[in-house]
């Protein structure tokens, strides 16, 4: 059985602040997106990585990590899209067409566990797709346009979607060839194998597995990392 793992992180990064992007943000004495490949070339079962980053960063990607990138099965870098989705396609265009199994993750979230990403490939064996996510903890409240609250949310069937998420390299190839022109922005890529019609299971994960998106995340991360 072979996994290719897209590592998608073509945003820009503007809820960080300044001018490092936050792939490239320091965390624990090297960038997050290092700490995501370390985390991954930790599972025997993935035999590559496609590492999505903005056009602007491939360069300097190679000048200043190429044998880091060699070392954790990093098969290409290419450039990602104007969208997530965009960037996502981007990637799935290059792996290995012998893939059974395709993991995507948000390379910004450094934190993943080897045990995570092995009960995601477990579980699109079994189901075609798969991602994880967390129990939703906080009440949640639905509100109106002048944010009156309309309701509160039951919460024990709510969960909150992470990465990796998993699925059948067949199935999310013909996913995304049905929408790669769509207008419509998913949000995440389970959206849009649910949107063609697909069921998609969930393996329970934790809120250790965060995504760097502020200052105080990096703080967080580092808080974790020593813990």
Not at 116 to 122: D, K, S
Not at 171 to 200: C, R
Request: glycine share 6%.
């Amino acid at each position: 059985m072979k996994v290719s793992v897209v590592l998608v992180g073509a945003g820009l990064g503007l809820r960080m602040g300044g001018s490092v992007k936050k792939p490239f943000m320091q965390l624990h004495g090297k960038p997050v997106f290092l700490h995501t490949l370390e985390r991954f070339s930790q599972c025997d079962k993935i035999s590559e990585t496609i590492l999505v980053v903005s056009e602007n960063d491939i360069e300097n990607l190679r000048e200043q990590w190429q044998s880091n990138l060699d070392t954790f099965k990093v098969k290409k870098i290419v450039p990602g899209g104007k969208r997530r989705q965009d960037s996502v396609y981007n990637g799935l265009c290059h792996i290995d067409r012998n893939a059974d199994i395709v993991l995507i993750h948000d390379v910004v979230r450094p934190l993943i566990k080897k045990e995570q990403i092995e009960a995601v490939i477990n579980k699109v064996k079994e189901t075609r797709a798969a991602i994880l996510a967390a129990p939703m903890k906080a009440t949640v409240k639905e509100i109106v346009s002048d944010f009156c609250i309309k309701r509160t949310v039951p919460r024990n069937t709510l969960w909150m979607a992470q990465t990796p998420q998993g699925f059948e390299r067949k199935l999310i190839l013909e996913v995304f060839d049905k929408f790669k022109n769509s207008e419509f922005e998913f949000t995440d890529d389970s959206q849009m194998v649910e949107h063609a019609g697909y069921p998609v299971y969930i393996v329970p994960g934790t809120d250790e597995n965060i995504k760097i998106t502020t200052p105080e995340d990096i703080r967080l991360a580092e808080a974790l990392i020593r813990k």
